[in-house]
């Protein structure tokens, strides 16, 4: 009779500074959320180098097939839509 005793696997994301966005900076095995926050905290922030956490389940991530990367990710050459240059711009616009 097999038993699973492995903790679940959790994905971490840290923002290092306010206004940032979070990175993923690894995974840890924990019981549950509360340890999977403690444990990323110490990991993965030592040096004061984060001001915000997040932990996922790997297991509730859901993904794209890469195999199906052509129909989510389709070149954008024609859809003239999404690359407005045909528009004049106002001069007050500076950086578009």
């Not at 996922?56 to 407005?84: C, L, T, W």
Request: aromatic content about 10%.
């Amino acid at each position: 009779m097999s038993t699973n005793t492995e903790w679940p696997l959790w994905e971490v994301f840290v923002r290092s500074r306010a206004g940032l966005d979070h990175k993923h900076c690894g995974s840890l095995h924990a019981a549950d959320p509360q340890m999977a926050i403690q444990m990323a905290r110490d990991v993965y922030t030592r040096r004061q180098e984060g001001c915000s956490v997040w932990v996922v389940r790997s297991d509730q991530i859901v993904a794209n097939d890469p195999g199906d990367k052509d129909m989510y990710f389709d070149p954008a050459e024609d859809k003239v839509y999404r690359h407005p240059t045909f528009f004049k711009l106002p001069s007050e616009v500076d950086h578009m």
